[in-house]
């Protein structure tokens, strides 16, 4: 009896396409995410149930544990107007080469008084040492100063574009945040958005069953 | 592992004859490191993204003059360490001052059993109106999950005022 014979096939498999796609997917990966915002000082922001994605080029406004005031002007379109008019109005007196490194520098977080000794510095301060935009109270308010050049880089537009956000710490007492609101307020923006981290509704609430309905 | 395996040369007679040699390399480790990498990239990233929350300022240099049932409305104080306070009604009426937390059984039950209350009262859960007012003690947090609460239990109307405010204060009861 003959026996039929089974050829012997290697066993060795063509891994190039496999290698392909690994290579793919994370190119892919590294592409595709996106670096982090920069952020002055650890801020741990409350969570909510909002699902809106912050957009990008934002004017943020950071407020720390201490009550310490931050301003980041992410809109680059508009942050040389920005500062071009906080130096006129303010009569800073800032000389050019001043307001060049002003304009490279990502936060802002110290008094007018002291704007320019922070620009004099050979080595840029951590935002994390500086003192914060004084926003105290009503008599004590720079953040209104620094709202009143946003808001007027973005006169003449559609106000929809100021993208003003507010990311405040859990631990932040609320009368500091409630400086910051006036200083809007007194610059007739009413609307902001809050930095948050999204959560999930709670079960049986009413949010959670119209979103269910909506589903259907 | 890696096969470059000589090919053994086809004619032993030929000294000069073409070397062939396989240039099939073994690419298994390849693949290894760059799943490796994948997965080091996937679970390294953080995929939650900041949202954000709108928050609509009255304005208020003209008060608002909204005829308001006093029955409908339920203020809440935050104070501090995350105590909650509420009472029903307008304040010139001494309504009873209770207090409650930030708990799943807590502020959100109430503001659920209240805004069942208007609904049987006057047909719809649309009149209900939330008073915020935050103590100086209360923290950021707190006024983002009273917010949240707003948006959760689907309340329509809602104001945020100081408690010290005197605006407020003097301003007559709503409804008169």
């Known amino acids: 009896m003959g026996r039929a014979k089974i050829p012997r096939k290697s066993t060795n498999i063509d891994m190039t396409a496999m290698c392909d796609v690994a290579f793919l997917l994370l190119s892919f990966f590294i592409l595709a995410t996106k670096t982090k915002p920069p952020e002055a000082v650890a801020v741990v922001p409350p969570n909510s149930v909002s699902t809106k994605i912050a957009k990008e080029n934002a004017i943020l406004v950071t407020l720390t544990k201490e009550g310490k005031v931050f301003l980041l002007l992410g809109d680059k379109s508009h942050k040389n107007a920005i500062l071009e008019d906080i130096n006129t109005t303010r009569a800073l007196g800032l000389s050019a080469a001043e307001m060049a490194k002003l304009k490279k520098m990502e936060f802002i977080g110290v008094p007018f008084n002291q704007l320019k000794g922070l620009l004099d510095l050979a080595t840029p301060m951590e935002p994390a040492k500086m003192p914060g935009i004084p926003c105290v109270d009503s008599t004590n308010n720079e953040l209104t100063d620094w709202i009143r050049s946003v808001a007027n880089s973005y006169k003449g537009e559609n106000m929809d574009n100021l993208n003003l956000l507010v990311k405040g710490d859990n631990a932040a007492l609320y009368p500091a945040f409630k400086n910051i609101k006036e200083s809007f307020k007194k610059n007739d923006i009413y609307k902001f958005k809050i930095v948050t981290n999204s959560e999930v509704p709670p079960p049986g609430s009413e949010l959670a069953n119209s979103a269910i309905k909506n589903k259907k | ?176």
């Open chain 2, 1 to 176: 592992m890696a096969e470059i395996e000589k090919a053994k040369p086809a004619n032993k007679n030929k000294k000069n004859a073409f070397v062939k040699r396989n240039t099939r390399v073994d690419l298994t480790p390849m693949v290894d490191l760059g799943f490796l990498l994948i997965t080091f990239f996937v679970f390294t990233t953080t995929l939650s993204l900041p949202t954000v929350m709108s928050l609509n300022m009255p304005f208020d240099k003209v008060l608002p003059s909204d005829p308001i049932c006093e029955s409908c409305v339920l203020t809440i104080l935050l104070e501090k360490d995350n105590v909650v306070k509420y009472y029903e009604g307008t304040p010139e009426n001494n309504p009873a001052i209770k207090e409650t937390t930030f708990d799943n059984n807590g502020i959100r039950n109430i503001i659920v059993q209240k805004r069942k209350a208007v609904q049987k009262l006057k047909g719809s859960a649309d009149d209900f109106v939330m008073i915020i007012k935050p103590t100086d003690e209360s923290n950021f947090q707190n006024f983002v999950d009273i917010i949240d609460e707003v948006a959760i239990n689907n309340v329509k109307h809602y104001y945020t005022t100081e408690i010290n405010d005197n605006l407020i204060r003097n301003k007559p009861a709503p409804g008169k």
